[in-house]
Nanobody, 124 residues
């Protein structure tokens, strides 16, 4: 069992920055790929960014590439999402998820564990 707790959401003006953090607990937490998804009101949950279990590889949605950076600390069992140059369309509830597949996948339905989310609101 892995528990995921997100933090760091809030209200920011367009062009600003926020840093989200996902704290993972559980004996095998470091064995999972960790991913960030987001869901805006009335929209489907979508992939944002991911990091492999060993931190060696990262993946980003095209919509955030060059603006968001995902990083992992397996000593602290945390995965951070640094979000820069935020846009109003980044407004959403952001979730972190644990993926136990051998090769990282980015489909929400295939995630094993989910956090409860943290709200990011970007004003124009």
């Amino acid at each position: 069992q892995v528990q995921l707790i997100e933090s760091g959401g809030g209200l920011v003006q367009a062009g600003g920055s926020l840093r989200l953090s996902c704290a993972a607990s559980g004996r095998t937490a470091s064995n999972y790929h960790i991913e960030w998804f987001r869901q805006a009101p009335g929209k489907e949950r979508e992939f944002v960014a991911a990091v492999t279990w060993d931190g060696r590889n990262t993946y980003y949605a095209d919509s955030v590439k060059g603006r968001f950076t995902i990083s992992r600390d397996n000593v602290k069992n945390t995965v951070d999402l640094q979000m820069d140059t935020l846009k109003p369309e980044d407004t959403a509830l952001y979730y972190c998820a644990a993926d136990d597949s051998i090769k990282l996948v980015t489909t929400p339905a295939l995630m094993t564990y989910w956090g409860k989310g943290t709200l990011v609101t970007v004003s124009s």
